[in-house]
């Protein structure tokens, strides 16, 4: 099975609750959006790192920022149709979304050109409302934005 771990970053604005989603980088999902976004997370082995230990560990490698050191709430997990489970925290934060530099993976582009270029895990952060992450977020992982609604 294939673990992966990721932080909700949520804030205030105007009493109003908004939470931090990313946008994966690449040439498949460059004009994809709805069902498209995510959390900040990643794989991680359970067997040998801890699950909030990885889910930090990615939100700094994803966006180039440090990730809060207290406050988490753990918020459970989903699986996706893939069979890979995630496994999320709730953390209280903010973030300047213009400011995000994230980590590359390389991949053969365009396929079967034998040039490998190097593509940004994430390209755009974006805070939205609970209503518009329903709409961008992965379907598997809305059940975090209704857990963390139910906590604060």
């Known amino acids: 099975m294939v673990y992966s771990a ?17 946008h994966p980088g690449g040439p498949y999902w460059a ?7 995510s959390f900040p997370k990643g794989e991680y082995d359970p067997a040998t790192e801890d ?9 700094s490698e ?13 918020l459970g997990e989903t699986k996706l149709r893939s069979g890979k489970v995630i496994h999320a925290w709730a ?20 396929p079967k050109s034998g040039i490998e270029q190097q593509f940004p ?6 805070w939205c409302s609970i209503d518009v992450g329903s709409c961008k977020l ?13 906590l604060v």
């Open 62 to 74: 994803e966006l180039g920022s440090t990730a809060p050191t207290t406050g988490f709430v753990a």
């Open 31 to 37: 004009k994809k959006d709805a069902g498209a976004w």
């Open 51 to 59: 699950g909030l230990a990885a889910a930090r560990r990615e939100f």
């Open 121 to 126: 895990e994430v390209d755009q952060a974006q």
């Open 138 to 150: 992965n379907r598997a992982q809305v059940v975090f934005l209704e857990r963390l609604v139910d």
């Open 6 to 22: 990721g932080l909700c970053l949520w804030r205030r604005v105007g009493g109003e609750l908004e939470v931090l989603i990313v």
């Open 91 to 110: 953390v209280e934060g903010d973030l300047d979304t213009a400011s995000i530099s994230s980590n590359h993976f390389g991949l053969e582009w365009p």
